[in-house]
């Protein structure tokens, strides 16, 4: 599959295709214990990333259609993905949290899926401790909408996941 995803510039991203150098900035990264809770992932045996790992996530990137590269202040620092009408973000650099990044690409990727895609609905599941990423989808117009009780196996523990949505009116109201 040819990866057609357009190019969509805000103010301070740009979100595009991945390009040769984006496989060395996130093997830069560090992969925190923070980082991949967020994601959901087991933080009790962190390995280094490896260039192997790195290319072959650029790579996954690459051949996914509508999966987008966050480029910040000329930097590979997260990807942005919509499939179908399910929305994901992961911003793997921690040096670039809290500065209002991950809205500002929610809200290039929504107005994408609306404006250009014509969806109805787009929704989203995110782990109910992720406070920093569930403040986000509110500022973009997300409604909770539902839990999925201990629907996600993590360390050894069961967590709940959060099930979020936004509608065509609802972007169009904000």
């Not at 295709?17 to 984006?22: A, F, V």
């Not at 996600?152 to 109201?173: N, V």
Request: net charge neutral.
């Amino acid at each position: 599959m040819n990866n057609v995803s357009p190019l969509l510039k805000g103010k301070n991203v740009i979100l595009r295709k991945p390009k040769d150098s984006d496989v060395h900035d996130y093997l830069a990264c560090k992969q925190t214990k923070e980082l991949i809770r967020m994601y959901g992932g087991d933080t009790r045996n962190l390995k280094p990333l490896t260039l192997q790992d790195a290319k072959r996530h650029v790579e996954y990137i690459k051949s996914q259609k509508l999966n987008w590269c966050v480029e910040y202040e000329q930097q590979f620092v997260g990807e942005a993905r919509l499939t179908v009408t399910r929305y994901a973000i992961g911003l793997f650099d921690s040096s670039v949290w809290n500065q209002g990044l991950g809205t500002e690409v929610t809200k290039l990727v929504l107005a994408y899926a609306f404006e250009h895609l014509h969806l109805h609905r787009v929704d989203l599941r995110v782990l109910e401790y992720n406070h920093r990423a569930i403040a986000c989808y509110e500022k973009c117009g997300f409604v909770k909408e539902g839990i999925e009780r201990e629907g996600a196996f993590i360390e050894e523990a069961f967590q709940t996941d959060i099930i979020m949505s936004i509608l065509e009116q609802e972007y169009y109201q904000l």
